[in-house]
């Protein structure tokens, strides 16, 4: 099986930054894409951010060019950089990765931007 773990949330104010990583553990191999979601509380679940394997990347309009996607693969893990943080932007985080036609989901990391 595959392991998902996500690490690195928490409470930050508006304009400042956070780096969420998601390591993956276990059968790691032949995972096509990565890629970050998020949701707040009543709300539906937002994919943010992917990457695949070759290093492309894209993202969400409600990020874009405040957020950044990377991965290390010598560590298996997938890193967000979050700048320039609103109070919308808070959430749980997920990691979410494709491997053999199935989604593996990370248990996810809280994030809350507020004064």
């Known amino acids: 099986q595959l392991q998902l773990v996500e690490s690195g949330g928490g409470l930050v104010q508006p304009g400042g930054s956070l780096r969420l990583s998601c390591a993956a553990s276990g059968s790691i191999f032949s995972i096509n894409a990565m890629d970050w979601y998020r949701q707040a509380p009543g709300k539906g679940r937002e994919w943010v951010a992917f990457?695949?394997?070759?290093?492309?990347?894209k993202y969400s309009d409600s990020v874009k060019g405040r957020f950044t996607i990377s991965r290390d693969n010598a560590k298996n893990t997938v890193y967000l950089q979050m700048n320039s943080l609103k109070p919308e932007d808070t959430a749980v985080y997920y990691c979410?990765?494709?491997?053999?036609?199935?989604?593996?989901w990370g248990q996810g990391t809280q994030v809350t931007v507020s004064a």
């Open positions: 979410h990765a494709a491997k053999g036609g199935y989604g593996y």
């Open positions: 990457i695949t394997n070759d290093g492309t990347s």
